[in-house]
């Protein structure tokens, strides 16, 4: 019963994470270290704003009780979040370089950004019980989706071989609670 009245709010969740991710076939990835600054900076931009507002998350266990395994996820979610946006941080106080600030976006990016986040915080403020925490498992998979691969990328396109292995670490750091966090979502489905 409640996989049936799941599935069309899964379906259009998977429709908004292809909005986020933008739906785009892969391309061949530069090779270690041969991409540019510019795409470099921007990933890092993009990647410490996602972990900056990610780091925060755990503070919905204030406002929403959820299951103690739902927040010890949330919890290591934060926490790591939290560890990556400081890891970049550090990198950018140690290499004038790195420019946090550099996000790049379309004005129609943008929007619908803000468009998502605005839906986002009415589905998790907006629900109690179940459906609340698969809302809040729903962003957290596409969260860590983006970030894993905003790592990834930023990886390949850092030149210095330290923060390169510390971009990998973080970028499957982000797809080990992915898969979690999505094996807890199919978890609560069934």
Known sequence: ?????????????????????????PRAAPRQGMGTPSTRNNCYSLLHQLL???KDVSILR????????LKNLVNRIAANSATGAK????????DPSINLED???PPGEERTRAAIAATDEKELLGHTGKEFELALLLTQTQALTYGWHLAKVA????????????????????????????????????
């Open 52 to 54: 900056d507002q990610q």
């Open 62 to 69: 204030f406002i929403k009780p959820e299951q103690s395994n």
């Open 87 to 94: 890891l970049l941080e550090d990198f950018a106080r140690r």
């Open 155 to 190: 990886a390949e396109n850092e030149p210095d071989h330290d923060r390169a292995r510390a971009l990998r670490g973080l970028s499957e750091d982000m797809q080990n609670l992915y898969h979690e966090t999505f094996a807890l979502l199919l978890s609560e489905t069934k």
């Open 103 to 105: 996000y790049r976006l």
């Open 1 to 25: 019963m409640i996989a049936r009245t799941l599935l069309p709010l899964l379906a259009g969740w998977l429709a908004v994470a292809c909005v986020l991710t933008g739906c785009q076939a």
